[in-house]
């Protein structure tokens, strides 16, 4: 087996569900709500996104490369997003402020060829400093990174790593240590063993992160499944897509979804159960939990939506039947 496999399995292994005392649970739960409305009031309005799949791919791929804990390559995915979306941001408005100002020189596309030479720079400090974050884990090291850029073809100095590393964290005001849909699907999962479900967390958990990185690596047609199916029409105007965006940014939403599909996945039995502990907790309605869950598993077997046909790679597919019996064992 190789060292990213036990990484992996080792990390499964010593996670502990019923450790921490209701009172905790409860604060915590809060504080993810109060987090995730905050997150999906910012999100109106904006639009675009970064969470293309074969930069999620990369991210993944790197922090197994790198033995990293499966946090650290969604957090590396979220600051990656906010800093992307922030840069474009920037340049938008620069762009702006030229054309109106006719005195000023044009060098906004200049910007724009500077951020995209330096995107895989970007892209590993996002990664670098989401390792920072989960130091009990692993910090990857300047030497490491700079070996990893010189085998791509790129030339670096740890200076210029510092300095990526810098531009990251202004660009973002230091706020790096954003939430990621792992930490609210493991909250509920505490929740639901202590409310009495019928499916362990523990089992339900090796399943949720394979769904999780289904979803990651299908972002954009799994949420254009749901628009359609929200508005019952398959060609959204732009700006019912720009007021979806705030629902891509509903990480409770999407964990409620998580659990409800892993659910089916170990046990459809209990499936109805699940949902109305988790409806119960989040107070999210049953049509909303059951419309997300049905989508990621439809996706996940390769269904066709109605304006496309994404059907998910056959590894990913593997993975999920893997996760499933190795959890019934």
Sequence with gaps: MDRPARSRLASLGDFQFG??????????????????EQAVRGAAGRRGGFRD??????????SEQWCLE?????QAVEILERFMVKQAENICRQATIQLSDKTQPQNWKALKEQLFSKFILRLVSCVQLASKLSFHYKIISNV?????????????????????????LKTLNFQINLPT?????????????????????????????????????????LYESLLRASIENSTPSQLQGEKFISVKED??????????ASAFIQNHEYWS?????????????LESIA???????????????????????????????????????
């Excluded at 450790?19 to 995730?36: F, K, S, Y």
């Excluded at 509920?188 to 090796?206: D, F, I, M």
């Excluded at 119960?280 to 309605?285: K, L, M, S």
Aim: proline residues 4%.
């Design 273 to 285: 159960q699940v949902v109305d502990h988790l409806q119960n907790i989040t107070g999210i309605a």
């Design 19 to 36: 450790a921490v005392t209701t009172e905790t649970i409860e604060d915590a739960l809060l504080h993810l709500a109060q987090q995730n």
């Design 144 to 168: 490491t990174v700079l070996n990893f850029l010189q085998a791509l073809g790129y030339l670096h100095t740890k200076e210029d790593l510092l300095e990526s590393e810098l531009d990251v």
């Design 53 to 62: 799949a074969r930069i999620v791919e990369f991210v993944f791929l790197l």
């Design 181 to 221: 849909p792992l930490a609210y699907v493991e909250m509920l999962l505490e929740v639901l063993g202590y409310n009495g479900c019928l499916v362990p967390a523990t089992r339900l958990h090796a399943t949720c992160l394979t769904l999780l990185d289904l979803v990651y690596l299908l972002h954009e047609p």
């Design 70 to 74: 499966k946090s650290v390559s969604y």
């Design 251 to 260: 990480f409770m939403l999407l964990a409620v979804g998580i659990i409800a």
């Design 291 to 329: 419309e997300f869950s049905y989508a990621i598993l439809t996706h996940s077997v390769g269904a066709s939506t109605p304006s496309r046909q994404q059907p998910v790679p056959p590894h990913l597919a593997a993975r999920v039947l893997r996760a499933a019996a190795s959890s019934n064992t």
